[in-house]
């Protein structure tokens, strides 16, 4: 289930009942438990806390049972089972780009922050803003967008709230209230801020008491006042802040980029001892690899997994565990990705325990488009081929599961080689030439068998001469011939005049 109202709401793109477009309609996620969710657990017997001088407090955690803010004395009093995390700006960063690619697929400009509030207690705020209005017609208007984007937060493992609104100040400041009601025109904004708290403006304490002193209680009164005397008393970016709000001046911030590569750093609360362990964390790190594959439209055939085990009893760093996967063919699925994870691993015994895990890719390959056929199933009997491939190549090892190969070579016993499965198939044009070559049997016989005499009945004709760049030249005279019902794939060498057998069809 969603973690919020989804609320309906009367914007709707053009196409959709005649209604007009909407240029700009920003959708921001404000994450309350942010800190505690990068760190890849969101049990209630855990919370993330901060530290200033001698105090300490709660920055994240289960809300039933601690407020953010907290004394941490004052938890160990009443919850002596709930255990103190620290806090690493490192994983929420990472966790952030991951969420922001899988928003990726409902707009293409993308906003996130994590800042601390100065307010409450230095607690992380951490938003990120994704405008669809672009997308509403696409997703058949905002109720179907809200609805797929719903079911798909709610499978992200994150707690959040949502608000919509043209700007970007407006959107948080209602997502942070809990607002999912959308304000589709920066028209309504006034109207729809009117019975708003002042309370909930993200303002330094002492405009904040400033403005109390003078009697104003909410965000309508405030914004009824004019402007000059209010950046005359409290600065011009209080001023501009406002301006923002309403969308009466740009807001200009860094939009986010997908990287060019994907890196994902997943810390373990303990040390795991067993592979069964490692398949929760790395469920989720395929899956955020799917996301990132899915925004960029492309795929992948290799990437890395890197075991880190920390330090050993004599605080000497252990080496890693590097493992480098590849796949028959490039895929960005990531049920696919995790099944030869899995398999890999179950081979791969750890040495000493995990304590963290590095998931990696650098080089992307646009996967094929499937093709729907009404009666056959080709396309779906390739794909299980390549699965098949793939978990063979992760129980046994590449070395083990080899195929057919060519080699630009005339000299049939010389124009084929063992290649590792997970290798690029021929290119087109290769495939385009073996096509125009004349029929050859697939059972060769190598070194080719001297024949006694010359076969009573041949037929074709094909001329082969090379090797002279290796020093073992050749120059034959290829037939086809029979022999008890079977084909036969016959040469005569016409330096010797000596004739050999060489193939056989069935």
Same mark, same amino acid.
């Given at each position: 289930?969603?973690?919020?109202?989804?609320?309906?709401?009367?914007?709707?793109?053009?196409?959709?009942?005649?209604?007009?477009?909407?240029?700009?309609?920003?959708? &921001?996620?404000?994450?309350?438990?942010?800190? $505690?969710?990068?760190?890849?657990?969101?049990?209630?017997?855990?919370?993330?806390?901060?530290?200033?001088?001698?105090? !300490?407090?709660?920055?994240?955690?289960?809300?039933?049972?601690?407020?953010?803010?907290?004394? @941490?004395?004052?938890?160990?009093?009443?919850?002596? +089972?709930?255990?103190?995390?620290?806090?690493?700006?490192?994983?929420?960063?990472?966790?952030?780009?991951?969420?922001?690619? @899988?928003?990726?697929?409902?707009?293409?400009?993308?906003?996130?922050?994590?800042?601390?509030?100065?307010? +409450?207690?230095? %607690?992380? &705020?951490?938003?990120?803003?994704?405008?669809?209005?672009?997308?509403?017609?696409?997703?058949?208007?905002?109720?179907? #967008?809200?609805?797929?984007?719903?079911?798909?937060?709610?499978?992200?493992?994150? *707690?959040?709230?949502?608000?919509?609104?043209?700007?970007?100040?407006?959107?948080?400041?209602?997502?942070?209230?809990? $607002?999912?009601?959308?304000?589709?025109?920066?028209?309504?904004?006034?109207?729809?801020?009117?019975?708003?708290?002042?309370?909930?403006?993200?303002?330094?304490?002492?405009?904040?008491?400033?403005?109390?002193?003078?009697?104003?209680?909410?965000?309508?009164?405030?914004?009824? %006042?004019?402007?000059?005397?209010?950046? =005359?008393?409290?600065?011009?970016?209080?001023?501009?802040?406002?301006?923002?709000?309403?969308?009466?001046?740009?807001?200009?911030?860094?939009?986010?980029? %997908?990287?060019? =590569?994907?890196?994902?750093?997943?810390?373990?609360?303990?040390?795991?001892?067993?592979?069964?362990?490692?398949?929760?964390?790395?469920?989720?790190?395929?899956?955020?690899?799917?996301?990132?594959?899915?925004?960029?439209?492309?795929?992948?055939?290799?990437?890395?997994?890197?075991?880190?085990?920390?330090?050993?009893?004599?605080?000497?760093?252990?080496?890693?565990?590097?493992? +480098?996967?590849?796949?028959?063919?490039?895929?960005?699925?990531?049920?696919?990705?995790?099944?030869?994870?899995?398999?890999?691993?179950?081979?791969?015994?750890?040495?000493?325990? *995990?304590?963290?895990?590095?998931?990696?890719?650098?080089?992307?390959?646009?996967?094929?488009?499937?093709?729907?056929?009404?009666?056959?199933?080709?396309?779906?009997?390739?794909?299980?081929?390549?699965?098949? *491939?793939?978990?063979?190549?992760?129980? $046994?090892?590449?070395?083990? *599961?080899?195929? #057919?190969?060519?080699?630009?070579?005339?000299?049939?016993?010389?124009?084929?080689?063992?290649?590792?499965?997970?290798?690029?198939?021929?290119?087109?044009?290769?495939?385009?030439?073996?096509?125009?070559?004349?029929?050859?049997?697939?059972?060769?016989?190598?070194?080719?068998?001297?024949?006694?005499?010359?076969?009573? !009945?041949?037929?074709?004709?094909?001329?082969?001469?090379?090797?002279?760049?290796?020093?073992?030249?050749?120059?034959? +005279?290829?037939?086809?011939?029979?022999?008890?019902?079977?084909?036969?794939?016959?040469?005569?060498? !016409?330096?010797?005049?000596?004739?050999?057998?060489?193939?056989?069809?069935?």
């Amino acid at each position: 289930m969603p973690r919020w109202h989804a609320g309906g709401g009367g914007c709707a793109a053009a196409g959709t009942g005649g209604e007009r477009l909407i240029a700009m309609l920003w959708l &921001c996620l404000h994450l309350p438990q942010f800190s $505690l969710e990068a760190l890849g657990d969101a049990s209630a017997s855990q919370v993330v806390t901060g530290r200033r001088g001698a105090r !300490r407090w709660v920055l994240a955690g289960a809300a039933d049972r601690v407020m953010p803010g907290t004394d @941490w004395g004052t938890v160990q009093t009443l919850h002596p +089972d709930i255990r103190a995390l620290e806090r690493k700006p490192r994983s929420e960063r990472e966790a952030m780009q991951a969420l922001a690619a @899988w928003a990726y697929r409902y707009g293409s400009e993308l906003v996130w922050e994590i800042t601390e509030s100065e307010l +409450d207690y230095g %607690l992380p &705020c951490a938003l990120l803003w994704v405008d669809i209005g672009t997308s509403l017609k696409l997703f058949g208007g905002l109720d179907a #967008l809200l609805a797929d984007f719903d079911a798909g937060f709610a499978d992200s493992g994150h *707690v959040g709230q949502r608000g919509l609104a043209p700007t970007l100040e407006a959107a948080a400041l209602l997502a942070r209230l809990g $607002l999912s009601q959308p304000v589709c025109d920066a028209a309504e904004l006034p109207a729809a801020l009117d019975g708003l708290p002042l309370a909930a403006l993200p303002l330094e304490p002492k405009i904040q008491s400033a403005l109390k002193a003078v009697g104003l209680s909410g965000i309508g009164e405030l914004l009824k %006042l004019p402007a000059a005397p209010l950046a =005359k008393r409290h600065g011009p970016a209080f001023t501009v802040y406002l301006d923002r709000l309403l969308g009466r001046r740009p807001d200009v911030r860094p939009r986010f980029r %997908l990287p060019p =590569k994907y890196q994902r750093r997943f810390d373990l609360m303990s040390e795991v001892e067993h592979i069964e362990g490692l398949l929760f964390p790395l469920q989720r790190m395929t899956r955020e690899l799917g996301h990132f594959l899915k925004a960029r439209d492309t795929g992948l055939q290799a990437f890395r997994l890197t075991l880190n085990h920390g330090r050993a009893s004599g605080g000497k760093l252990q080496p890693e565990t590097v493992l +480098d996967l590849r796949l028959a063919s490039p895929a960005r699925d990531a049920d696919r990705l995790l099944r030869v994870l899995r398999e890999r691993l179950s081979r791969t015994p750890l040495p000493v325990p *995990v304590r963290s895990l590095k998931l990696t890719a650098e080089h992307f390959i646009e996967p094929p488009t499937g093709q729907g056929d009404l009666f056959e199933s080709r396309a779906g009997d390739d794909e299980a081929w390549s699965q098949l *491939v793939e978990k063979l190549i992760a129980r $046994l090892g590449a070395e083990a *599961v080899t195929a #057919l190969g060519l080699i630009a070579d005339h000299r049939p016993e010389r124009s084929w080689r063992l290649r590792a499965c997970d290798a690029p198939p021929p290119s087109p044009a290769a495939a385009t030439s073996l096509a125009e070559l004349p029929p050859r049997p697939i059972w060769l016989i190598d070194p080719p068998k001297p024949l006694s005499a010359a076969p009573a !009945r041949i037929t074709g004709f094909e001329r082969l001469e090379g090797g002279w760049w290796d020093g073992d030249d050749v120059m034959r +005279d290829y037939y086809r011939s029979e022999a008890q019902g079977s084909g036969l794939w016959v040469f005569q060498d !016409r330096q010797t005049q000596a004739w050999f057998l060489q193939g056989i069809w069935a």
